[in-house]
């Protein structure tokens, strides 16, 4: 089935590609963001059910330095097999650590539960996420749709559709950083039974609608609301890319204060059956000037741009085509939408 039209896509920071493959039908999709040159990365989970693979090596402890690509993908544990068809589109282009004369692509890879969509789940030859992995590496190109596409495809959140989404910053001395999120949040992204998003004081430029927060909050503005019950699984996954220069233990400190976004923007976050993660990667291509101030600056966007990527997700998303589907929010709350 076609996927939903998107907005103007965002042009991504130089050295990095990305791509989406996923099917309407299912509900669910991948998302590979390529790098054109070896990353430093790192990662951070604060989710109580996490899901992932190899994820154990981005520690900076551990011998890897780089990655080739990150993998953000819907399905679950069935979507781990993605990884191995990304690893495929790599290995053919060249990419990978060496071992000997092999060269082993390293695709880290983090996944969210959108297995009770509504999508077509029960797959009666194995399922599509390997050759959704290799196309989404394959067809990466240096723009990127958001809303309903990719990871994004079958994210929902407890009141909306969720959906897959990007935004950046600089910081004074112009290192540039930026979120790519894939929201399927246990909770909500909004403020009570309003459109105004948790993530309005960090808005730019009317990015999300522009409706700023409530004059006063709703009763219902603190109410714990929350997909089903406790026990199903969700999760907000994504990345932060800088082109800074960074060590993998300054890459993981960037990991972690990026998860401050979450907390910004949906609520509850970080729940005993969500498994957020982010990944942080580090092109390299300019040195820090002052260390530990220019870390702690971009810490602090990559925060702000990770609750902003997750605004942006839910604004620009599409309702699945099913009897049920949970609403969006440009049909709930949007006027004159024509993304």
Same mark, same amino acid.
């Given at each position: 089935?076609?996927?939903?039209?998107?907005?103007?896509?965002?042009?991504?920071?130089?050295?990095?590609?990305?791509?989406?493959?996923?099917?309407?039908?299912?509900?669910?999709?991948?998302?590979?963001?390529?790098?054109?040159?070896?990353?430093?990365?790192?990662?951070?989970?604060?989710?109580?059910?996490?899901?992932?693979?190899?994820?154990?090596?981005?520690?900076?402890?551990?011998?890897?330095?780089?990655?080739?690509?990150?993998?953000?993908?819907?399905?679950?544990?069935?979507?781990?097999?993605?990884?191995?068809?990304?690893?495929?589109?790599?290995?053919?282009?060249?990419?990978?650590?060496?071992?000997?004369?092999?060269?082993?692509?390293?695709?880290?890879?983090?996944?969210?539960?959108?297995?009770?969509?509504?999508?077509?789940?029960?797959?009666?030859?194995?399922?599509?996420?390997?050759?959704?992995?290799?196309?989404?590496?394959?067809?990466?190109?240096?723009?990127?749709?958001?809303?309903?596409?990719?990871?994004? #495809?079958?994210?929902?959140? %407890?009141?909306?559709? +969720?959906?897959?989404?990007? =935004?950046? @910053?600089?910081? *004074?001395?112009? /290192? !540039?950083?930026?979120?790519?999120?894939?929201?399927?949040?246990?909770?909500?992204?909004?403020?009570?039974?309003?459109?105004?998003?948790?993530?309005?004081?960090?808005?730019?430029?009317?990015?999300?609608?522009?409706?700023?927060?409530?004059?006063?909050?709703?009763?219902?503005?603190?109410?714990?609301?929350?997909?089903?019950?406790?026990?199903?699984?969700?999760?907000?996954?994504?990345?932060?890319?800088?082109?800074?220069?960074?060590?993998?233990?300054?890459?993981?400190?960037?990991?972690?204060?990026?998860?401050?976004?979450?907390?910004?923007? #949906?609520?509850?976050?970080? %729940?005993?059956?969500? +498994?957020?993660?982010?990944? =942080?990667? @580090?092109?390299? *291509?300019?040195? /820090? !000037?002052?260390?530990?101030?220019?870390?702690?600056?971009?810490?602090?966007?990559?925060?702000?741009?990770?609750?902003?990527?997750?605004?942006?997700?839910?604004?620009?998303?599409?309702?699945?085509?099913?009897?049920?589907?949970?609403?969006?929010?440009?049909?709930?709350?949007?006027?004159?939408?024509?993304?």
């Amino acid at each position: 089935m076609p996927l939903p039209r998107s907005p103007a896509a965002p042009v991504l920071p130089a050295g990095l590609a990305i791509g989406h493959a996923g099917d309407l039908v299912v509900a669910s999709g991948v998302t590979a963001l390529v790098f054109a040159e070896p990353a430093v990365a790192a990662v951070s989970v604060l989710g109580g059910a996490p899901g992932g693979r190899d994820t154990g090596l981005l520690a900076p402890e551990m011998t890897v330095e780089q990655i080739d690509a990150l993998l953000l993908s819907g399905g679950s544990a069935f979507g781990l097999d993605a990884a191995g068809g990304a690893m495929a589109a790599l290995a053919a282009g060249g990419r990978g650590f060496p071992v000997g004369p092999m060269r082993v692509p390293i695709v880290p890879q983090a996944i969210l539960f959108d297995l009770l969509n509504g999508g077509e789940k029960a797959w009666s030859a194995p399922p599509p996420y390997w050759e959704w992995g290799r196309r989404a590496v394959i067809e990466a190109t240096a723009t990127t749709p958001e809303g309903s596409v990719g990871a994004g #495809i079958g994210a929902t959140l %407890a009141n909306l559709k +969720g959906g897959f989404g990007t =935004a950046s @910053a600089r910081t *004074r001395t112009g /290192l !540039a950083v930026q979120a790519f999120i894939a929201v399927n949040a246990i909770g909500v992204a909004t403020i009570g039974g309003t459109g105004q998003f948790w993530a309005a004081p960090f808005e730019q430029a009317g990015e999300f609608g522009g409706l700023g927060w409530p004059s006063s909050m709703p009763a219902d503005a603190l109410a714990l609301r929350i997909k089903g019950h406790a026990a199903e699984p969700a999760t907000t996954i994504g990345a932060v890319v800088t082109d800074a220069r960074l060590t993998k233990a300054q890459a993981h400190r960037l990991a972690i204060m990026a998860q401050d976004g979450l907390a910004r923007a #949906i609520r509850p976050a970080h %729940a005993a059956m969500d +498994g957020d993660t982010l990944f =942080a990667a @580090a092109t390299g *291509r300019q040195a /820090l !000037a002052d260390p530990l101030r220019d870390l702690t600056e971009l810490g602090m966007l990559a925060g702000d741009c990770v609750a902003r990527a997750i605004a942006r997700a839910v604004y620009h998303a599409r309702a699945l085509p099913f009897p049920g589907a949970l609403p969006d929010w440009q049909t709930r709350f949007g006027r004159g939408f024509s993304g």
